[in-house]
């Protein structure tokens, strides 16, 4: 497979990595033996030129057969992408990671910044600190936010930084700004949050501390993760406001129009997928 010419999405050429592979099916809670497996059936598949959307459909096909639990973690960052198309789904998941951290949040809140007023994403309290977070919500793997981001975003939060101060709200807490993306940001965006005090929040960023590491240790996960569902039932209770693995109830379900032969089947999956590892 070290010969093997594989295409990006931006239709760059590289090689194919055996070890980037193996990487994310052990992070995904992969044992040895059943990465074996994967790697062995997909060299049989493997061809010059394959995209690597083919190739992660595959290795997932191939490891739903040995673990759907461990196939829905590994198809994290494609289930957050199926949040979309708006980025409401988005907001209330990343509430739900900082929330699981020991924070009371909240989201879509309007406030008055020392100047105008501001939709704001998400807030997150607690005794010590608060979080203001603005969420980048992109429907492609490739997209990135680009400088443009944290700067808009940073004036917007220092005025409301400002106004707070004022009203003595902050009291002695740490006031910490985040801009949290499902994709990546751009060198020059992850410079300006460093030296302007924005905390940037991507996929794999801040390395070990990214979006995908904070999933795992809240244990929260996508309800888009489900491969009993259908996308068209995973958007009907997605419009009923729900994001969750661990939120899906039989009335839950049922009120969404899933029918009532699957609601076992999705609960289980569900279940299994959210169980520690």
């Known amino acids: 497979m070290e010969d093997i010419l594989i295409t990006k999405k931006s239709g760059e050429k590289e090689l194919f990595d055996e070890n980037k592979l193996r990487s994310s099916l052990e992070h995904s ?24 959307r083919k190739i992660y459909k595959k290795a997932y096909s191939i490891l739903s057969t040995v673990s759907k639990r461990t196939a829905g973690r590994y198809r994290l960052k494609k289930a957050i992408l199926d949040l979309g198309p708006t980025g409401f789904p988005f907001e209330k998941f990343v509430r739900a990671i900082i929330a699981a951290q020991g924070y009371q949040a909240e989201t879509g809140l309007i406030i ?11 807030v997150a309290k607690n005794e010590k600190k608060i979080i203001i977070v603005e969420c980048k919500f992109h429907r492609e793997s490739n997209r990135k936010s680009d400088v443009k981001v944290p700067m808009y975003i940073r004036s917007r939060f220092t005025d ?8 003595d709200k902050i009291k002695g807490r740490e006031y910490e700004p985040w801009v ?11 410079k300006f949050g460093k030296c302007s005090g924005l905390k940037l929040v991507s996929w794999d960023y801040p390395v070990n501390n990214g979006l995908r590491n904070m999933i795992d240790k809240a244990g929260l996960h996508p309800l888009t993760s489900l491969k009993t569902l259908t996308k068209k039932e995973k958007t009907n209770i997605l ?11 039989e009335a839950i379900l049922l009120e969404a129009d899933i029918p009532a032969h699957k609601i076992e089947n999705v609960l289980f999956e569900a279940k299994t997928l959210t169980e520690a590892i």
Do not use: P
Not at 33 to 47: A, F
Not at 112 to 122: P, R, S
Not at 180 to 190: C, H, K, L, S
Not at 239 to 249: A, E, K, M, P
């Open 112 to 122: 008055q910044g020392k100047c105008v007023q501001h939709e704001v994403d998400v």
């Open 160 to 167: 409301i930084q400002l106004k707070w101060e004022e009203e």
């Open 29 to 52: 809670g992969a044992n040895k033996k059943t990465i074996d497996k994967v790697i062995n059936e997909l060299e049989l598949y493997l061809q010059n030129g394959m995209s690597t």
């Open 239 to 249: 419009n009923n406001g729900y994001v969750l693995c661990n939120q899906l109830t």
């Open 180 to 190: 949290v993306t499902n994709t990546r940001f751009t060198e020059d965006a992850v």
